[in-house]
């Protein structure tokens, strides 16, 4: 997997250069990938995965500006709001400029480094969005009943899916006994609901048994969709391999954009700057081979 990703900056960004002497920072490069792809985790956990992992996982909420999550950190680690315009929406294709953007951004990082800090959480966002798909569900399931039913069963579910409590997954009550002390302890709270208790009761065992058998095959199902869109990059790779097209893409686009005078006729020392910026691809097509 890790390989893969070294072929996608090649269409999306000129790279300033390749080889650099610095170790690495872990914490930076997260800094720096967060800002692109952990947009309002704090209120969103499934947001790395919904920006930067899988489409399987849904649209991230809207919020007033793609504000990055780097407040109180250095901006030199961090993409701008003006810099995130720029950013692709497909999840795979943001994954892979986030990647080119962070690796310019802090010295002595690869794609591997990407990959090595940041493939697991989005996963585990991936599992966040899974809880949340399961929260939209059950939510839904409470809005059908009547005015009165419905409160109490938003009361009492929302107790019960605290983490203190079972949990939004439920997997603090796969225990009938656990599961029956939490529900006595919620409908306690939830006052005036007595006439509805048994039915509330049913609803929610049937939502925990719902939640615990279908959590694996959820969560396999995100993650499966987060290593297609991998694979798929893969593919893209082997086409900018072949024939050197995006070697040849990336000459074409450094001349475009870095070249005072485009690399036109009788600047032909443009050509091989732009030439030399490109040679990574030589590099990165090696490795596929």
């Known amino acids: 997997m890790k390989k893969s990703t070294l072929f996608f900056i090649c269409g999306l960004i000129a790279c300033p250069g390749i080889a650099v002497a610095a170790t690495c920072s872990t914490m930076n490069l997260t800094r720096c990938l967060d800002s692109v792809c952990a947009i309002n985790v704090s209120s969103n956990p499934a947001a790395r995965c919904q920006y930067c992992g899988t ?3 849904g649209t991230p909420p809207a919020s007033s500006g793609m504000r990055s999550l780097s407040l109180g950190a250095s901006a030199r680690y961090t993409l701008s709001e003006d810099e995130l315009e720029d950013a692709p929406t497909d999840p795979g294709q943001r994954y892979v400029w986030a990647t080119a953007q962070c690796i310019k951004k802090v ?9 090595d800090v940041y493939d ?14 399961q929260m939209s569900a059950t939510i839904a399931d409470a809005n059908k009943n009547t005015a009165s039913a419905s409160s109490c069963t938003s009361t009492i579910r929302a107790c019960m899916v605290d983490a203190k409590r079972c949990g939004p997954d ?11 002390n939490f529900f006595s302890a919620c409908s306690v709270e939830a006052t005036g609901c007595g006439d509805y208790i048994a ?3 049913t609803t929610l065992t049937a939502a925990r048994d719902t939640a615990i058998e279908n959590a694996d095959t959820l969560i396999a199902s995100l993650v499966a969709g ?3 869109a991998r694979e798929q990059k893969m593919v893209t790779a082997q086409a900018n391999c072949t024939n050197n097209a995006g070697r040849d893409a990336c000459i074409e686009t450094v001349c475009e954009r870095n070249m005072p005078n485009k690399c036109g006729e009788g600047y032909e020392s443009e050509r091989v ?3 030399l910026l490109c040679e990574f691809y030589d590099t990165a097509c090696n490795l596929l081979d």
């Open 273 to 275: 700057n732009a030439n």
């Open 199 to 201: 039915d509330i009761r």
């Open 55 to 57: 489409s399987s996982a």
């Open 170 to 180: 439920y997997s603090a009550c796969e225990d009938d006994a656990a599961f029956d």
């Open 226 to 228: 987060y290593q297609t």
């Open 107 to 115: 010295d002595g990082c690869t794609p591997d480094d990407v990959s």
């Open 120 to 133: 697991e959480l989005i996963e585990q966002s991936c599992r966040a969005a899974g809880i949340s798909a």
